[in-house]
């Protein structure tokens, strides 16, 4: 019985190695990658068609604000944009409208996170900051019309006007997915940090053999 057990210990170590190298490599790929910034940079044409907003200094304040967690509204809207980029050219939508209207599309330029009353808007943000993020693209840049729908209509159904165009259908869903994707990011990273998963093994891995024993 004894030897058994130990064989199974050995078994477990090396499925935990396995496990512990597995999320090791993805935590190092993401962070290479930044989710999809890594592959927006190094992609000519997106960058062509979006370069004067990447380097517009108003665009890049978005870099002082937390988006999601450790994510900046600059990180959050190229994310965004790159991936509605990426699906928009796949179907033969309008990728460039596409891609320069989803990086503007959070140009509100506050931290949502403090009160109505202290940042002065009309509604709470989840309403008002597309036509705010509208008005203040619209300063910078001759926007289209579909551009304007897209930024406008991002959040969608929560504003309960309905997008026009179809990639204005779309933004509201890469939206949320980067969202969720952002989140996830954030609390693997912090779960790996804390080396949780290992308690939890080891904790699981004591009960199995209790029961063998």
Known sequence: MRKRVLNIAK???????KFDEVLVNQENLVEENKLFLGQA???????????????????????????????????HCLNVSYISYKICKKLKWDYKSMARAALLHDL?????RNSRKELNLDGYHAFVHPKI??????????????????????????????????ESYLITLVDKYSAIQESAQYYRKKI??????????????????????
């Open 133 to 166: 993020a509208l008005e203040n693209a619209s300063k910078l840049y001759d926007l289209n019309d579909k551009e304007k729908d897209i930024i406008v209509k991002h959040m969608w159904p929560v504003t309960m006007t309905l997008p026009k165009y179809k």
């Open 11 to 17: 078994d477990n170590q090396n499925l935990y190695n």
């Open 192 to 213: 790996e940090s804390k080396k949780l998963y290992k308690y939890a093994y080891i904790f699981f891995g004591l009960i199995f053999l209790r029961k063998m024993l």
């Open 108 to 112: 509100f330029l506050y931290d949502w």
């Open 41 to 75: 940079i190094n992609d000519k044409e997106y960058m062509q068609i979006v370069k004067d907003i990447i380097n517009n200094e108003t665009v890049l304040e978005m870099k002082k604000y937390r988006q999601h967690y450790d994510i900046s509204t600059f990180e």
